[in-house]
């Protein structure tokens, strides 16, 4: 096992992760509706406590490594002054070129706005799988041989139960979109942020001589175009995060026009969730992040049913 050291989170952190998503959802950013909310307090994005995994998945390997794919789920919520630390456990590896890790951030210190931490509580925890020495050919092989997997996926989102027709201004097959790229300032904010100093994200001389165009955006940021549109549009600000899959198809280039898309398959009215199919593609088309979104709607500030919408 790895686990990184503790790190206290702040505000000014959560803060600064909505300014770079654009997820500016109040549960993270508005300490007056947050505690409105069952939370009580900000919580911590989805995607900054991934981007502090993959600080850790950086750190503790010899030889660069690029994460392609990644799960999580986020069973307690994370709040300004909790002490967290990313922890990797090897699972199990697949091949030469790839590790696969068990992955979680847990709590090693309480924060005001917790009760107590008796043992290291989970707040996100997952799997993840890295390509070792990774090259734009060995990334494109890796796509080649997960396109089974990446087809059962969409085939899982396809065949699920109906659940409900409608819940508040929420229906099946509802879309919303956002189109932005990411500058070299970009990344040296998120560099500062997470200490996620990956040579993939950080060096164009390494990044061309593995294949790669120059560097490629890091997938916390691609991936926190999800939280944007699902934090502040679909299904909209208030909206918590449960769990999110992820899968890395295609590199994106810095100043790439990318066009993030969230969609809803399903609806659970008894349980407030909400199911969605999510995707990046680059500007030609390509698809460059694929997955599918659990999300909680208790906490929405539009609960208007649909009809009166």
Known sequence: ??????????????????????????????????????????VAHGMFLFSLLCAQMQRSNPRPVLP?????????????GDGVAAVLVLNETPGRDRIALDTSVRCVQRGRNRMAVTDEQ???????????????????????QDAGEVAQSAGHLAGQPAGDRTLYHLSVGQEASAV???????????????????????????????????????????????????????????????????????????GELLSASVRIVRLRADKDLVNLATVVTGDDGRVVLAGEALVLVRNLEDKRPLEAA
């Open 122 to 144: 989970i707040t996100a925890q997952g799997d993840a799988v890295l390509l070792v020495d990774a090259s734009a050919q060995s990334l494109a092989e890796a796509q080649r």
């Open 180 to 254: 932005r790229s990411f500058s070299a300032g970009d990344i040296d904010e998120y560099v500062s942020l997470t200490d996620d100093g990956n040579a993939f994200y950080t060096d164009p001389v390494f990044a061309h001589s593995r294949g790669f165009e120059g560097t490629i955006v890091p997938l916390p940021l691609l991936a926190g175009m999800f939280s944007d549109l699902l934090g502040t549009r679909l299904p909209g600000r208030g909206t918590g995060w449960m769990k999110q899959s992820l899968r890395l198809r295609s590199p994106a280039r810095l």
């Open 68 to 80: 392609i794919a990644q799960t999580l789920m986020f069973p307690r919520p994370t709040f300004v």
């Open 1 to 42: 096992m790895k686990a990184s050291r503790p790190r206290v989170l702040t505000q000014e952190d959560f803060d600064r992760f909505a300014s770079l998503s654009r997820d500016d959802n109040p549960i993270h950013c508005d300490p007056a509706f947050a505690r409105t909310t069952h939370f009580g307090a900000t």
